[in-house]
């Protein structure tokens, strides 16, 4: 069992290779923002919440991103009772949620965004994405395209995050997500989005880095002390956070002012 599901995450590598055009031009689009001052807003309800953290804060990762992390939709680890599953599943299809979680951004046609869902079907992930092109901002969409294409959309004019998408990226992962069939057992286990999500994200930020990095801005990178030294280490993780303070705070500057649509 463990041999088959290490040989199905091979084909996950597979199909991420497949989409590095797409991949590059999610990273160009990044880059734009980046270099703009402005940032990327990256979201993902429920499990997709791994993809978010994925991208920033993390080693290896650097400043530019808006991580867009709603703990009612994403904290599952009490399972049931008070901040449960059963709530978390039942918020991230109430419409509207959307735009009052953007309410509190002052978003630029300048920034650009991420939207992770594996099923592109739940109603907060998609109206994330519909509220963003509203704003002129450019949309990439994560989803598991065999699992999205053969699910049923929760919002009632069928449409999915795919439909509001500038640039689509598939994780590879199969129907269901599950990977490995046990015999004896009804149900598939193991599933593989996560490890194409991840693949996808780190494809993408590794590339984003090149861009930034011949454009003049190399990032401000985690990196762990053992590799560059505590005190070297210390310092590269301050100027990161204060470097993410700084251009988030331009998110929040002029929130609620009028002001003319994409500046």
Same mark, same amino acid.
């Given at each position: 069992m463990i041999h088959i599901y290490l040989e199905k995450c091979r084909q996950l590598i597979d199909t991420v290779e497949r989409q590095t055009a797409q991949l590059q031009q999610?990273?160009?689009?990044?880059?734009?923002?980046?270099?703009?001052?402005?940032?990327?807003?990256?979201?993902g309800s429920g499990h997709s919440r791994i993809m978010v953290e994925e991208m920033w804060p993390r080693?290896?990762?650097?400043?530019?991103?808006?991580?867009?992390?709603?703990?009612?939709?994403?904290?599952?680890n009490l399972v049931v009772g008070a901040n449960g599953q059963r709530q978390a599943m039942f918020l991230e299809n109430v419409s509207g949620l959307a735009e009052r979680i953007l309410r509190n951004y002052d978003l630029s046609a300048k920034d650009s965004a991420l939207v992770i869902s594996s099923s592109g079907c739940n109603v907060v992930p998609v109206e994330m994405a519909e509220e963003f092109q509203k704003r002129g901002v450019k949309v990439v969409a994560l989803v598991t395209k065999e699992h999205s294409d053969r699910s049923t959309s929760k919002r009632r004019d069928g449409l999915k995050l795919s439909d509001f998408a500038d640039l689509v990226l598939d994780t590879g992962a199969p129907v269901g997500d599950a990977m490995v069939t046990i015999p004896g057992l009804e149900t598939p286990v193991s599933p593989g989005s996560t490890v194409g999500g991840a693949l996808i994200i780190n494809s993408i930020k590794a590339e984003l880095a090149r861009?930034?990095?011949?454009?003049?801005?190399?990032?401000?990178? *985690?990196? /762990?002390? $053992?590799?560059?030294?505590?005190e070297q280490a210390t310092k590269l993780f301050e100027a990161a956070y204060d470097e993410h303070a700084?251009?988030?705070?331009? *998110?929040? /500057?002029? $929130?609620?002012r009028p002001r003319t649509h994409g500046l």
């Open positions: 999610a990273a160009q689009w990044f880059a734009e923002s980046i270099l703009a001052g402005r940032m990327v807003h990256v979201f080693y290896g990762s650097y400043p530019g991103f808006n991580p867009i992390v709603e703990l009612s939709l994403t904290f599952h861009l930034l990095t011949e454009a003049g801005q190399p990032p401000k990178v *985690l990196t /762990a002390g $053992v590799v560059i030294g505590a700084h251009r988030l705070s331009k *998110l929040y /500057a002029e $929130v609620g």
